[in-house]
């Protein structure tokens, strides 16, 4: 979501970074105070879904003798590449004004 429905308030990064991080995640508008939700869309459990089996994969063949460090990486690599979905406007994503 890119711009605001209601004023074309312009989100910034630092308000999808806040978004995306948050454990209640919500867009809000800081022009006009209207708060979005992000909803399900088959889009992002598709790329959550590739994400995740692909670093999977790929952890599974290179890291094998240390099991914590092999978990701290894959967590610190995965759940970044997870956020950009949020993080950056495009058109998969459906928000609903709460
Ligand atoms: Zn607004």
Do not use: G, W
Not at 20 to 43: G, M, W
Not at 75 to 89: A, C, E, G, N
Request: proline fraction near 3%; charged fraction near 20%.
């Amino acid at each position: 979501m890119k711009n605001c429905t209601e004023c074309n308030y312009e989100f910034t990064f630092s308000d999808r970074l806040r978004e995306a991080i948050s454990f209640k995640p919500r867009l809000k508008c800081k022009k006009c105070n209207s708060v979005y939700k992000q909803q399900y869309t088959i889009y992002k459990v598709i790329y959550s879904s590739v994400i995740i089996f692909i670093s999977l994969m790929i952890f599974d063949n290179i890291f094998l003798n240390n099991h914590i460090l092999n978990y701290t990486l894959y967590i610190l690599i995965t759940v970044p590449i997870l956020i950009i979905f949020d993080l950056l406007p495009h058109k998969f994503q459906k928000y609903e004004k709460l």
